[in-house]
């Protein structure tokens, strides 16, 4: 692995070295600290931060979460330095300039021939914006989204003062199109919000019977594939690829929000947002009486909502994508790797007598709860697992979440167990780092173990 320890001082020694072209000056006593205050702080800081999960280790298979790769922080570390400001030129024309790269890099990823978009801070930002210009393009109608769509949608419909429309979820937790046929029918819709790879199980809504549905109905598409848009890399229908279909219908699509920061190998801070058609630009215009001087070429904060931005996070990309193309031979390689882990791991599943797989996995996201004759029991057979598999030596834990799903979900996927409850915990591993492909059987086979001892 990239060695961090010796490549950050050359991220401090090129940037002051470039910083010195203007002269040296020394800092103002009032922002001066002592090696001993800082070093102390620092300790405290370091000690602080043990308080965490290994979001980085092969075992930790839960949450949406990994440290970014090297190239990443390298990138990041050498701008921040400089400390550029992605909302205007005035604010740095390099970071702006390679925002613009890998955004065009990101088009290009979904086919889109022409396009307009930024990087974002987040991928709830990105969709902000999305339905932003949802509303402007089509005001006054609503938006509908499926019930297994991140909750952001229905919470930012609220902020926007537009209805939001839940559509039902089928059998494997994609969009019900007999459902989005009724509401598309009653007139109202303006917009749909179609997922692929639900934050929840990773499941492909139908895209290209949503987009067909939706032209047929003067209706616009947004894509939320803030978590699974990187899989259009690996969308062949290849044992260790993902379904072509609704990826390649994606290039239909009005809008679509990917964040590098889950799958791009990105920390936090980074989403985008795209549009198929540059023309929406339209809808932000504003002028500014504090920016905006610096050139007539379009800064990106005339074209997103969001003022500040760190411009160290398209250094950042751009440095990663630079190393790890974005082709099925670069960042290509370590999706196939978390889809054959996700997949051995739901082969096992098939196998055990103690846990059941929920379904089968569309992306990289497993689903599974300890075998049981009742919800109540599944719900806290469940939470034990995930504590248990958590606990002792941290050596061989092993880190999981939990995710709620409704008695009807159990039953539409053909779960006999009793419903007792409304509602059930179920565990839920996301595959996310290639190096846990290698330690599924053995995660496997400990939580088997794990299980079989509480029963
Ligand atoms: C993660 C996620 C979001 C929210 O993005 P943040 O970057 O966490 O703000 C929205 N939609 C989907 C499908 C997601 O997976």
Redesign the pocket.
């Known amino acids: 692995m990239t060695d961090l320890q010796a490549w950050l001082p050359r991220a401090v020694g090129a940037i002051s070295a470039w910083e010195k072209e203007y002269g040296v000056f020394a800092a103002h006593p009032s922002v001066a600290v002592s090696d001993d205050a800082l070093g102390a702080a620092f300790d405290r800081l370091v000690e602080r931060l043990r308080d965490n999960y290994p979001f980085g280790h092969p075992r930790y298979v839960g949450q949406?979460l990994k440290p970014p790769h090297p190239a990443a922080v390298l990138g990041y570390t050498t701008a921040m330095l400089i400390n550029p400001n992605a909302h205007a030129l005035d604010g740095g024309p390099a970071t702006a300039a390679l925002e613009k790269e890998v955004v065009a890099r990101m088009a290009g990823m979904f086919g889109f021939s022409d396009h307009l978009g930024h990087l974002t801070s987040?991928?709830?930002?990105?969709?902000l914006e999305a339905l932003w210009v949802a509303r402007e393009s089509h005001p006054g109608k609503a938006i509908a989204y499926s019930a297994d769509?991140?909750y952001?949608?229905s919470r930012m419909c609220q902020v926007l003062g537009i209805d939001g429309i839940s559509v039902r979820s089928d059998a494997a937790g994609r969009m019900d199109l007999e459902h989005l046929d009724e509401v598309l029918a009653t007139g109202r819709i303006g917009t749909v919000v179609a997922?692929l790879?639900?934050?929840g199980l990773g499941a492909l809504d139908p895209l290209p019977q949503i987009v067909d549905r939706a032209r047929a109905a003067g209706v616009r598409v947004h894509v939320?594939?803030?978590?699974?848009g990187f899989f259009a890399l690996v969308a062949d229908d290849s044992t260790d690829g993902v379904a072509s279909a609704p990826y390649r219908a994606i290039v239909e699509a009005d809008s679509v929000?990917v964040?590098p920061?889950?799958h791009g190998l990105q920390p936090?801070g980074c989403?985008a947002v795209l549009f198929r058609d540059p023309t929406v630009g339209r809808f932000y215009v504003h002028d500014s009486p504090y920016t905006y001087f610096s050139s007539d070429e379009l800064h990106l904060g005339e074209i997103s909502l969001e003022c500040s931005r760190a411009g160290a996070a398209a250094a950042a990309l751009w440095l990663t994508f630079e190393v790890i193309p974005l082709t099925d031979d670069g960042l290509g390689q370590v999706l196939r790797a978390n889809r054959r882990g996700a997949l051995e791991w739901a082969r096992l599943l098939g196998e055990s007598s103690v846990l059941t797989s929920h379904q089968a996995p569309e992306l990289d996201i497993v689903t599974y709860f300890p075998t049981r004759e009742s919800l109540s029991q599944i719900d806290t057979a469940s939470s034990a697992l995930f504590h248990a598999a958590a606990a002792g030596d941290p050596a061989e834990q092993i880190h999981l979440a939990t995710y709620s799903v409704t008695a009807e979900a159990m039953a539409a996927r053909g779960h006999p167990a009793l419903a007792d409850t409304t509602h059930a915990r179920i565990l839920r591993s996301t595959v996310m780092k290639p190096e846990s492909e290698a330690y599924v059987p053995s995660i496997h086979a400990r939580l088997e173990h794990l299980a079989g001892k509480q029963r």
């Open positions: 949406m987040s991928g709830t930002i990105a969709n769509a991140h952001t949608h997922t790879g639900t934050t939320d594939t803030a978590y699974g929000v964040d920061h889950k936090y989403g």
